[in-house]
């Protein structure tokens, strides 16, 4: 009996396709006709690494034939404002993927990533940190997803130089837009089966400012008897987040504090260069790498191309549930993920050695 | 080493049981305001129809999903569905149904087909496929039978010539042909299948099953990623029943579907367990998949014994198809945990529980 296990056992792990991979989905998704007709989704390709990683994307969306096709824009970080034609195209499509956009540090020029959420009123910032099978990070178990306010809070640009030497910056927190990330914070947490939802904040210090946001999650949590509902101050939390990660499920938070733990729950997960994230507002939607989409990259890994499309090639898939695709994200994402599973086709980021274009290659050969 | 390998192969057999629970990694990003509750019409129906679609309202109810059901009383026997129910769907725009009865012989129309012509509903859809667990004759047995619904000969014109001779007229028109090939491929395109077969008879009926082959030839010249191809109805039976991992996506006129969609369901574990839905270009019709005018015999409806997996799957089709894909697929993992492990199985399936005790078991296997 124990001889014949051990056949058995060879057998099972040779064959590539055991149960261990990825489940096919045998109920299917019954769409209305018409469902099947392409969509129009403007491309953004941005500064730095983003062409490159845009360029990724469109290689494996026309491998599968997804009925998506691109407008594509140029738009570049030192640019005062973002054109009238973008702004057009988004507007009418309503989904737009963007690689990173360069902000110059200093005076002078805002942040277009700013600007284009702004405008649209893209309120929520979307990232799912989650341990990616086959990439070994020093902490397990983590899945986080980290909901951030996108539109003020520390980040709302009013600035001013009182007397010269002395600048003020307002951080403006409102009830409207609290309640509103609140709001969705917690429908995201139904939708998606998830069992808890973490408000990250410093109202012991800033009494007013983040006690508002507080009050909103704790309102709107009222509504949601059937998610846990609990509060962690930012510097605990950030503690927390490297010492247990298996305590969160879904964090809500203001602007600053979110682009921080974004980033920090990126960086345990396996790095800015895997997480899938977007950006949505009532209308439109963006999608663009999770976490840190402002960095473009230095220019050595622009000339090397060496440029991780993982990040981004995730968010895409995002976007193809997005814009209701699910077969097509299923399929990207069982591919990307096979691809980091067997480890032959890193880049730098995630300690292998390998160009963009051959992690790109890897991911259409492992199209089903 | 053996004893060893006898342990690891217990503890990977034990995990690929509980990896049937396929958690979604990257997630669905909501835009805002999708979690509001949508209205759903229900209708109950005869027969074995109130039981299941009280099964069915009992587990959206555990499991908290965003729909709320308005309930209309509809028979069998009416002449017509009544107007405040074809209203609701109307706004509703999704339905989920039990059987109604359709009587034999001269006088009524069938609820059932009436429902369909005036909402347009052209397209029904059976997903047969093998559940693990539940053994049967045929294994990897996958197969989407896609159903023209609204012509052919089912159309309901009949007249009687003169006393003793009647006739039936059996319509395919170009424009419902075209539709339903449209349909069929364009499902199998987002649905990643590779293969979508004809069904007809074309060799005896040359222009009217003529016609429908050749709507569904244009209509596959543009999707050249799909194999298309043809099989007289008749083999096209006795291939199922010999052979059904030939078959993928299958595109029928009326009646051959019906017989087809039927037979494939029993070979893949019955009716009792098949979920599939009829959906138009508005509006969208869940009932049980195959066989959906089977209101189940008295026996059934006094001991309460009537399966509800296949109304079960189906309502889980139509929370996809209200886009809340993990309340849909919360729910089909439990359903088919319950199946799997083989404890509450109705008599169909081989057990001998009742409707109450297979639904108690769904909703403790919810997650």
């Not at 990660?245 to 790095?271: H, K, R, S």
Request: net charge neutral; charged share 20%.
């Amino acid at each position: 009996m124990a001889k014949r296990s051990v056949s058995i056992l060879n057998r099972l792990l040779a064959n590539p396709s055991s149960p261990f991979t990825a489940p096919t989905r045998s109920i299917t998704y019954m769409p209305r006709p018409g469902d099947g007709a392409p969509r129009t989704v403007t491309l953004i390709p941005g500064d730095g690494i983003g062409p490159l990683v845009t360029g990724a994307v469109e290689q494996v969306f026309e491998a599968m034939h997804a009925p998506v096709h691109f407008e594509r824009y140029e738009v570049r970080g030192n640019m005062r404002k973002v054109p009238e034609e973008v702004m057009e195209s988004v507007k009418r499509n309503k989904v737009c993927l963007k690689g990173g956009l360069a902000t110059p540090v200093g005076g002078g020029v805002s942040s277009l990533n700013m600007q284009l959420r702004k405008e649209l009123d893209i309120f929520a910032s979307l990232v799912n940190c989650i341990n990616v099978p086959g990439l070994v990070t020093r902490h397990e178990n983590v899945d986080i997803v980290v909901i951030r306010e996108n539109t003020e809070g520390e980040y709302a640009g009013l600035e001013h130089e009182v007397v010269p030497g002395v600048v003020e910056s307002l951080k403006v927190i409102t009830k409207f837009c609290s309640e509103r990330i609140a709001r969705y914070a917690f429908e995201y947490a139904y939708l998606n089966n998830r069992k808890k939802v973490t408000a990250v904040h410093k109202a012991n210090i800033m009494k007013l400012a983040d006690g508002l946001f507080l009050e909103s999650c704790r309102e709107v949590a009222k509504a949601y008897p059937g998610i846990t509902y609990n509060e962690i101050i930012v510097d605990n939390c950030c503690m927390q987040l490297v010492a247990k990660p298996e305590q969160f499920d879904v964090m809500v938070t203001p602007n600053l504090y979110g682009n921080l733990i974004a980033n920090t729950a990126a960086g345990i997960a396996g790095g800015t260069g895997v997480m899938p994230g977007g950006n949505v507002g009532a209308e439109h939607a963006i999608f663009e790498q999770g976490a840190s989409a402002g960095n473009v990259g230095n220019d050595k890994i622009v000339e090397q191309k060496k440029a991780n499309p993982v990040a981004l090639l995730l968010s895409s898939a995002m976007m193809l549930k997005h814009l209701q695709f699910p077969t097509f994200a299923d399929r990207l994402e069982v591919a990307v993920k096979q691809v980091i599973r067997e480890g032959k086709w890193r880049t730098k980021d995630l300690g292998g050695d390998c160009t963009t274009q051959e992690v790109v290659d890897a991911v259409i050969a492992a199209l089903d």
